[in-house]
C-alpha cells in the first residue's frame, strides 16, 4: 500500500473517532451544565477545554454556548467540525482504497455540518452532537461491513484505537481528583457510552475505583483502553510482515503498544488508584509516542534518488 494511502487512512481513523468522542464529552457536560445551576460554567468550562488540550480564551467568561462554539462548532484545529473536515480531506485522498459508501458517509456527513449547526443554535446543541455520533457510528459500520480486512482497513482501525486510548485517558483525567462516590464518575461512563454497560457489568454499584477499572482494564467492552491497546497491536502484528516479528517486538510501535497493555494486565485491580495520574499520563505519553512511530515506520517520505553519470564500465 502506497504510504500516502495509508497515512490518509490511519488518521480517517483517529479524526473519526475524535469527532465521535468530543461530541460525546460535550452532550455530556453541557447537559450538566444546563441541569445544575450550582456548577460554575467558567470553571467547569476551562477544566474541560484542558482536557481536551484547547487553550481557552484570554479575558472572556465561558458559559454553556461559548463552550460549544469553541470546542464544536469553531473551525479550529480540535473542534469537532475541524475533526469532521480532515476526516473528509483525507478520505477523498484515499479515495481508490476506501468504499464508495464509506466516501458517500463522510462526504454527507461534512456537507450536512452548516445546517445541523444553524439548528443547534435555534434549538439548542444536543442535536448536534447526537448528529455526529449516529454519523460517526455509521462510518464505523460502514467500514467494516464494506472494507476487506487488508492493510487499509488495518491501518484505519489502528487509528481509531489509538485515538480511543487518548480520549478514555482524558476523560478519566478531568475527574482524578473527585470523591470516590463523586457523580463526577457517572459523567465519565455517559461520556464514553459506557454508562449502561457498567451499570449491567457491577450490577450498579457505583464508585471510582471500579469506573477506573471499567475504562482502563475491561477485555470485553470494546470502549476501555486494555480492549484498544489490544486492537492497536493486533492491528500492528498483522501489519509487520518481516522476520524481525520472529524474535519479539520487531518495531517501536508494537514495542510501546506491549508495554502498555501488559502493564494494564498484570496490574492487580487494588493497586489501580494508587499513582492514577502519573498512570495516566504514561498512557498518553504513550500514545503521543505511538504515533511518531507508527509515523517514522509507515508514512515516512522516500528521499529523491537522483541517479549520476559516471559511466559505468563492465
Known amino acids: 500500500m502506497l504510504a500516502r494511502n495509508a497515512e490518509s487512512l490511519y488518521w480517517i481513523g483517529r479524526y473519526v473517532e475524535r469527532a465521535d468522542d468530543t461530541a460525546r464529552i460535550l452532550d455530556v457536560s453541557v447537559h450538566q451544565l444546563l441541569e445544575d445551576a450550582t456548577v460554575d460554567a467558567d470553571t467547569a468550562s476551562r477544566r474541560l477545554l484542558s482536557v481536551l488540550g484547547i487553550t481557552p480564551p484570554d479575558g472572556s467568561t465561558l458559559d454553556v454556548w461559548g463552550?460549544?462554539?469553541?470546542?464544536?462548532?469553531?473551525?479550529?484545529?480540535?473542534?469537532?467540525?475541524?475533526s469532521i473536515g480532515s476526516a473528509r480531506?483525507?478520505?477523498?485522498?484515499a479515495r481508490e482504497v476506501v468504499s464508495s459508501e464509506l466516501w458517500q458517509c463522510i462526504n454527507a456527513m461534512w456537507n450536512a455540518v452548516p445546517e445541523r449547526q444553524r439548528a443547534a443554535r435555534r434549538v439548542g446543541p444536543h442535536e448536534f452532537f447526537t448528529f455526529v455520533e449516529d454519523r460517526a457510528a455509521m462510518f464505523a459500520g460502514l467500514a467494516d461491513s464494506t472494507m476487506s480486512r487488508d492493510d487499509g482497513w488495518r491501518f484505519l482501525v489502528l487509528g481509531r484505537s489509538v485515538e480511543r486510548v487518548d480520549m478514555i485517558v482524558r476523560m478519566l483525567m478531568?475527574?482524578?481528583?473527585?470523591?470516590?462516590?463523586?457523580?463526577?464518575?457517572?459523567?465519565?461512563?455517559?461520556?464514553?457510552?459506557?454508562?449502561d454497560t457498567y451499570l449491567r457489568t457491577y450490577r450498579g454499584a457505583l464508585d471510582a475505583s471500579r469506573v477506573v477499572q471499567f475504562l482502563l482494564m475491561d477485555r470485553l467492552f470494546p470502549r476501555s483502553v486494555f480492549h484498544a491497546l489490544q486492537q492497536a497491536e493486533s492491528c500492528l502484528d498483522d501489519l509487520d510482515h518481516g522476520p524481525a516479528a520472529r524474535i519479539g517486538a520487531g518495531a517501536e510501535a508494537a514495542r510501546l503498544l506491549g508495554k502498555a497493555r501488559s502493564d494494564l494486565e498484570f496490574l492487580r485491580p487494588a493497586d489501580l488508584l494508587d499513582n492514577l495520574t502519573g498512570r495516566l499520563q504514561d498512557l498518553q505519553t504513550t500514545v503521543r509516542e505511538v504515533g511518531e512511530a507508527v509515523s517514522r515506520q509507515y508514512f515516512h517520505a522516500v528521499p529523491w534518488i537522483e541517479w549520476n553519470n559516471a559511466e559505468v564500465n563492465l
Not at 463552550?67 to 475541524?82: K, R
Not at 480531506?89 to 485522498?93: A, C, G, M
Not at 470523591?179 to 464514553?192: F, K
Open 67 to 82: 463552550l460549544t462554539e469553541l470546542v464544536a462548532m469553531s473551525p479550529e484545529t480540535g473542534s469537532i467540525v475541524s
Open 89 to 93: 480531506e483525507n478520505t477523498r485522498v
Open 174 to 195: 478531568s475527574r482524578v481528583d473527585d470523591r470516590p462516590t463523586s457523580p463526577g464518575w457517572v459523567t465519565v461512563l455517559r461520556s464514553a457510552g459506557a454508562h
